[in-house]
């Protein structure tokens, strides 16, 4: 299986989608207080904030002390505020779909500043975690694209879901499992 090792939560503000998807074990392993706090403080401003849903928040900090549940509930409301919204905002953004520019789009995409980058590939250029994009446009509509790159973690191409991998010394993991075969099935830790 291509694994990605996880970054440490002192990183939890640059954390990407699947980064942050593998730090919530972590983040729900401990009681402190503190950490907790510490943790709410940082989450906003992680760019894979996104990729996490209220349910997602919500067991993360279930087992902290109670100040720490009650303060984990504004960043509850905000992630279900964003669902409710997700149709006026897809609609507010459809604009961008008269036109287009293949140039500009590639450039933004190699920038890394949306994180595309990471997981994706077009042509030679990017990761190889996710869906190669090279002919993305050819097989998915305006709208469906306008969706993905507003809302990435929200629909999981076949085969490109992710799995927390939690070892016995405590090493959290995250990836995708490329293949099976009859003598290796790799079970993931869900936790």
């Known amino acids: 299986a291509r694994l990605v090792k996880t970054r440490t939560p002192s990183s939890i503000e640059t954390a990407g989608p699947m980064e942050l998807q593998a730090l919530m074990p972590v983040l729900a392993a401990s009681r402190d207080a503190q950490v907790g706090m510490a943790f709410l403080q940082a989450l906003p401003k992680s760019p894979g904030l996104l990729a996490l849903t209220e349910g997602d928040i919500r067991r993360s900090f279930r087992s902290y002390p109670e100040v720490v549940v009650a303060a984990s509930a504004a960043l509850v409301r905000q992630l279900l505020l964003r669902e409710q919204n997700k149709e006026t905002h897809l609609t507010q953004l ?98």
Do not use: W
């Open 94 to 191: 459809a604009s961008v779909l008269d036109g287009g520019d293949v140039t500009r789009g590639r450039r933004a995409f190699e920038s890394g500043k949306g994180t595309c980058i990471l997981c994706h590939r077009i042509g030679t250029t990017g990761g190889q975690v996710g869906p190669d994009l090279s002919t993305i446009g050819r097989i998915r509509t305006g709208h469906e694209l306008l969706d993905a790159i507003a809302y990435p973690s929200d629909s999981i191409a076949r085969g490109y879901d992710t799995y927390n991998i939690t070892m016995q010394d405590g090493r959290v993991y995250v990836g995708t499992v490329p293949r099976e075969t009859t003598c290796c099935v790799m079970f993931p830790t869900i936790i």
